[in-house]
């Protein structure tokens, strides 16, 4: 059965060169990380064109996102352990700031320039407030990257913005107290609750100017998909 043996043969080697290239072949899950040398120009999934500017941003806000996200994860279930819901605190969280629907920033009412001084201005809030989670006993590498994360993303967006010193809204709010063990925890949990939520919706308008910013300069009259169906990709 000389036929058949070579037969086999050549499909063993068809099958080893086969597997072999695919090896060679890198595997790409979403956006390639953002470079941190100065010069190296962050490219998309195939390498052809550079990330533009609202891309980059997005990127900062949805890694800060998962630092927030992750943080409040923790701090919740070491501090309520005997609970897995969170809806079950909400009436025990303090306000702390967030973006409205007034702010301009949903699809049906969208103004970039109101929006993003919006989240400037909230994102200050929370910056300035991060000593009270430096003095908790959180994971440090965290705290620290958020805040790095934080300081980052503002000084993106008042690149876009102009922003001086001291001319950002003020946002009033009660000053953040502790008065007992329970109190610190819930305080605790409320800001990261509502930083996260912050995050959810700063990275969903982003991700909407960018698209939209994608689409006009490919003269694409066709309006971006209204970005709260990308809910399931931070909650």
Not at 38 to 60: F, I
Not at 104 to 125: D, H, K, M, P, Q
Not at 206 to 230: E, F, G, V
Request: hydrophobic content about 35%; some cysteine.
């Amino acid at each position: 059965m000389p036929s058949a043996q070579n037969a086999a043969l050549f499909l063993s080697a068809v099958l080893a060169a086969f597997i072999s290239l695919g090896d060679a072949v890198p595997a790409y899950s979403g956006l390639a990380e953002l470079s941190e040398t100065s010069g190296d120009e962050a490219q998309d999934v195939e390498g052809k064109s550079p990330l533009s500017e609202w891309q980059k941003w997005y990127l900062m806000a949805r890694d800060l996102h998962r630092d927030v996200k992750t943080l409040r994860d923790q701090q919740f279930e070491r501090d309520f352990r005997e609970t897995e819901n969170m809806t079950a605190y909400e009436g025990v969280r303090i306000e702390t700031p967030l973006l409205e629907p007034s702010d301009g920033c949903l699809s049906r009412n969208f103004s970039a320039e109101r929006c993003l001084s919006r989240i400037y201005s909230v994102l200050t809030w929370y910056k300035e407030n991060w000593s009270f989670m430096e003095k908790e006993n959180l994971t440090w590498s965290l705290v620290k990257d958020i805040k790095h994360g934080s300081k980052r993303l503002l000084e993106a967006l008042n690149s876009q913005l102009q922003i001086a010193d001291g001319q950002t809204d003020q946002i009033s709010s009660a000053p953040l107290s502790v008065r007992s063990a329970w109190t610190r925890k819930t305080t605790t949990h409320s800001i990261l609750f509502n930083f996260s939520s912050v995050m959810i919706d700063t990275c969903r308008a982003l991700n909407y100017i960018s698209k939209h910013k994608a689409a006009h300069r490919a003269k694409d009259t066709k309006r971006p998909a209204d970005w709260s169906s990308d809910k399931n990709s931070f909650t």
